[in-house]
């Protein structure tokens, strides 16, 4: 039974999914577009000199279209999880919703197919975004290499930074970049789980369930920033105490690592405990009046 919910979900959300995945990637070709340009070489080779009218407005026109490119993909993150929000409250909590729970499943089975499939698209569309970013930043260097010297490359680039983030930092970057990976993996389920749950104990309210549960999405969001903040701090100043009495001169920046895979930590905790809160309510207190 919960394939078929996780296949009946997937048909419901699919197609503004893919929307928002389009917009993505025109966003993303327009901002390439732009970056290969003979603007920024132009600035680059002459920026010693006075820029003629044309320089300037491409030089403008250029501004404008990574401030619409960054809008633009502020939104799509965004996007999705405000469609996901609408979507979940709609087929759980409304007049949709009463046929919803009245299916011969389990509240595991029904909370699960909607964090799985909603997961994945935040997943997928927060994944476009960072390809999109990377992309255009790929862009962006191979054109202020070509201008700087067109026998620079990429590749050399990229050794260079390597050798430079190692130094400064004091770690390995193919484990930083472990991390980064485990947390995009985990982060947007996490997000969705407490979005989720924010929306259901809105539903605990006699008057205003949906505006209720935004509220309450907003207060979860603010306790975690929260107590994410009290814990950084307190590891922060503990390993700065230790570097000190050790006489380590090194920057704690080392420790950039275990502070992301802290801070991942703390996020799952709250998406886990959202998880049996949601779970509790749509069993036992669930009210569709």
């Known amino acids: 039974m919960l394939g078929k919910l996780i296949k009946h979900e997937w048909k419901d959300t699919y197609k503004v999914g893919c929307v928002m995945l389009g917009i993505v990637a025109i966003v993303t070709l327009i901002g390439c577009i732009a970056l290969s340009t003979p603007v920024m070489k132009a600035l680059i080779a002459e920026s010693d000199s006075n820029l003629t009218g044309g320089q300037i407005f491409g030089v403008f026109s250029f501004i404008g279209t990574m401030v619409l490119y960054a809008i633009m993909l502020i939104g799509a993150s965004y996007g999705i999880l405000i469609y996901l929000g609408v979507h979940f409250h709609k087929s759980m909590y409304s007049a949709e919703g009463y046929l919803t729970h009245t299916l011969p499943v389990k509240g595991h089975e029904l909370l699960g197919s909607k964090l799985l499939v909603g997961g994945i698209w935040y997943f997928i569309i927060e994944l476009s975004v960072v390809v999109s970013v990377i992309a255009l930043m790929v862009a962006m260097i191979t054109g202020m290499l070509h201008g700087i010297d067109p026998d620079l490359s990429m590749e050399l680039?990229?050794?260079?930074?390597?050798?430079?983030?190692?130094?400064?930092?004091?770690?390995?970057?193919?484990?930083?970049?472990?991390?980064?990976?485990?947390?995009?993996?985990?982060?947007?389920?996490?997000?969705?789980?407490?979005?989720?749950?924010?929306?259901?104990?809105?539903?605990?309210?006699?008057?205003?369930?949906?505006?209720?549960?935004?509220?309450?999405?907003?207060?979860?969001?603010?306790?975690?920033?929260?107590?994410n903040w009290i814990v950084q701090t307190i590891y922060t100043a503990t390993v700065t105490l230790q570097l000190i009495e050790s006489g380590d001169e090194k920057a704690s920046f080392m420790t950039l690592n275990t502070e992301m895979l802290l801070q991942l930590a703390m996020q799952v905790a709250f998406a886990v405990a959202m998880y049996f809160v949601a779970h509790y309510i749509m069993t036992k207190k669930l009210n569709l009046e």
Request: no cysteine.
């Open 157 to 227: 680039f990229w050794k260079e930074m390597q050798e430079m983030f190692t130094q400064m930092f004091d770690m390995n970057v193919t484990a930083y970049l472990v991390v980064v990976i485990i947390s995009v993996l985990v982060s947007p389920f996490a997000s969705v789980m407490v979005l989720y749950g924010s929306l259901t104990i809105g539903q605990l309210s006699g008057k205003h369930k949906g505006v209720m549960g935004i509220v309450t999405y907003f207060v979860v969001m603010l306790v975690q920033l929260l107590v």
